[in-house]
């Protein structure tokens, strides 16, 4: 039985090498053996993986073809997420987001932000928490809609305010009639959900805007075809460890079979509240910032203009450079040499951390 698993992985792969012009794979980091295990591996994971992603049309955040022709030209969602340590576990919609960011809320806590594409596909997202000005920003970088629930009013409401922000705020008015609170366990302020259906008929009813403007309709990124994952060469990743604060630490471990990063928080694995099942991602931006605090030395602002930072992905990293031209650019990456970096299709988690702690993000 060995034997016919090989011949066949062997067939997959010429025929992949004919497709592709017979260009030489990129090298995985690792032993002999582990070289030769992943090569034939990536292979019969990325002809399955082109198969089960053009099916659709193409959607610019993940660089797949998964979209609804109906949603090419939708404005993104962009949903606040709560990831305060006792409502870790109760989080769901994390799974279906195309983009993931995670930067700071308040002194060394963080807070999620999920965008999607196409709202439909999310059946559950929670638990939803209050606006933060950096995300404000993050979320203007995609022409998206922005979900949540409360706003700091101190400096994240004046911010939207100014901006004329086209917000979604589940905790008042007509938008929180599209939103629900669910019994989980926990306090009341930790069981607002809601969901993709919710909010397109939210959207919908409440009249809002939801084609995307012509400046966010590009690409995110240069994404690499489906069928053509590159490794980032500078070093191995197998492991990631993002220490974002003493009691937030984000880790990534890269399944070979998937060419997944499943994801880990404080060390153990983070879990979908309503699936069960350990939430991963194809790739880990890690983009080092300056964080300051705001002048009640309690909410904190990540400065988003340039950094560095590193690329992860295929089980290897490489040093990049970031920028967003203003409140409505969204990320762009630059090679540590002023190149193009080879983003493969699929989804992100993007994680903003202080650039003070640069030295205790680790690869293994």
Known sequence: MKKNTFAITATLI?????????????????????????LLNSTVTSSATASETTSGAFNPLTGLYD??????????TAVMVNNIAIAQTVQTGLQDADIVYE?????????????????????????????????VELASGHDAIYVHAGTDPSYCKPF??????????LNGGAPANYGRRESNGLASEHTLYTSGAELAKGYK????????????????????KVDSPTVPSEGSASKLSVFMSKSYVSGFNYDTQAGMYNKT???????????????SFKNVLVLFAKVTPFAD?????????????????????ETVNWS?????????????????????????????????????????
């Open 14 to 38: 010429t025929l992949s090498l004919a497709l592709t012009g017979c260009s030489k794979p990129a090298n995985i980091a690792g032993g002999d053996n582990s070289d030769t295990y992943n």
């Open 67 to 76: 979209l609804r022709e109906s949603a090419q030209n939708a404005r993104p």
């Open 103 to 135: 930067t700071y809320a308040e002194g060394g806590i963080t807070r999620l932000m999920a965008v999607y594409k196409d709202i439909s596909v999310a059946e559950k997202i929670g638990t939803i928490r209050s606006a933060r000005y950096s995300y």
């Open 160 to 169: 939207m305010t100014k901006l004329k922000m086209d917000d979604f705020d």
């Open 205 to 224: 009813d409440l009249k809002r805007n939801t084609k995307v403007d012509s400046d966010h309709s590009g690409n995110w990124q240069s994404f690499n």
């Open 265 to 279: 928080q404080n060390g153990s694995a983070h879990k979908d509240y309503a699936t069960g099942k350990q939430i």
């Open 297 to 317: 030395n309690y909410h904190v602002k990540t400065e988003l203009t340039s950094g560095t930072g590193y690329y992860v992905s295929q089980g290897g990293y």
């Open 324 to 364: 967003k031209n203003g409140t409505y650019g969204s990320i762009k990456l630059t090679t540590s040499s002023g190149g193009t970096v080879d983003y493969n299709a699929g989804t992100s988690w993007v994680c903003f951390v202080d650039k003070n702690n640069k030295n205790q993000v680790s690869f293994s």
